[in-house]
């Protein structure tokens, strides 16, 4: 069952969102909430790494905690584990009890290890090729319950939608700097052109295709030149005629 976090925390991911320098600030700041967030429905501590996977390879990404961290990263080199497998079928995966339970036994080993009883691994898709799972850790068995999971199912569900935006924010992005780059490339040719065109008294069809043959022959891209060309202009040596 999923219970839907309140207001103040979908607040605090858009800020932590809003406040994050590059993806692993983020992811940082997301695990630490996680935690936080569980660990007030559980009335106990629980712990949170953040595991990405691009491209189908997961690593892990961030934690709230170095215990945390390294039950991760324990996880990532046995290669299957709870948040693995969370990732893999889309699904929330539970160990209640890590002594009674019978899927991974070197990881169970490591888990008991570092004082941890249960664990949750939940995923939230991102992108067709892009997913992250958190992975909740707590120290003793039976912590999970139904609240429990429903809260944490709930955290996933509300930063999977801020982890979509920020994609979103991140593809317009690099979609405003890709159209930035284009005019910025088509005004450098139409400028060449009009020099050429001055300099040669010919067409614009006709300075395009010196252009082109210019780029060609140097085996540079046509913006490349064509800001050359337009480099020479204020004084310096400007040619009076451009040749292929």
């Known amino acids: 069952m999923l219970n839907p976090v309140d207001n103040e925390t979908v607040h605090h991911l858009q800020e932590i969102l809003v406040g994050a320098g590059n993806a692993v600030e983020f992811l940082s700041g997301l695990s630490g909430l996680a935690a936080e967030a569980v660990s007030d429905a559980a009335g106990s501590r629980i712990e949170c790494a953040v595991t990405l996977q691009l491209r189908r390879r997961p690593s892990t990404a961030a934690a709230s905690s170095a215990r945390a961290l390294e039950l991760d990263q324990v996880e ?128 614009q069809q006709e300075a395009m295709d010196i252009l082109t043959r210019v780029s060609s022959n140097r085996n540079r891209k046509l913006r490349d030149v064509a800001k050359e060309l337009i480099e020479q202009l204020p004084g310096n040596g400007v040619k009076t005629h451009f040749d292929a």
């Open 76 to 203: 990532q080199m046995l290669g299957d584990g709870p948040c693995l497998r969370a990732l893999r079928d889309m699904a929330p995966v539970l160990i209640d009890d890590v002594a009674q339970d019978s899927r991974w036994k070197a990881y169970n080993q490591e888990l008991v290890k570092r004082n941890v009883h249960s664990t949750l691994g939940v995923p939230l898709e991102i992108t067709s090729d892009a997913g992250a799972a958190l992975n909740f850790f707590a120290t003793r068995p039976g912590v999970f319950t139904a609240d429990v999971y429903g809260k944490a199912a709930g955290f996933a569900a509300a930063a999977r939608n801020t982890l979509h935006l920020s994609v979103r924010i991140d593809t317009a992005r690099n979609r405003a700097d890709d159209l930035e780059a284009a005019l910025e490339s088509r005004t450098a040719i139409n400028l060449a052109c009009g020099v050429i065109m001055a300099q040669n008294r010919c067409s």
